[in-house]
């Protein structure tokens, strides 16, 4: 418990950054970086962030985490 307090902490002021070498999708190997420069490349959406890295086109079990991972990053 006290971990995911100080988890939360650090979340708020920053400290937590996102590891861009995470492997976000095992089917494809996509990272998070791969993510984020198809965003940079000009991706608006997930589908075309899928485009882009095929992230979530194999079995489909990362779909709804890296739905949320890319509404995320398209935020920022």
Do not use: H
């Not at 190997?29 to 965003?39: C, E, F, P, R, Y």
């Not at 962030?49 to 990362?62: E, H």
């Amino acid at each position: 418990m006290i971990k995911s307090i100080i988890s939360k902490l650090k979340n708020l002021r920053g400290e937590n950054k996102m590891d861009e070498n995470k492997v976000v999708c095992g089917c494809y190997k996509v990272t998070v970086k791969d993510l984020k420069n198809a965003i940079k490349n000009g991706a608006n959406s997930f589908e075309e962030v899928q485009l882009a890295t095929k992230v979530g086109t194999g079995c489909g079990n990362c779909v709804d985490t890296n739905k949320a991972l890319v509404a995320q990053l398209l935020a920022k």
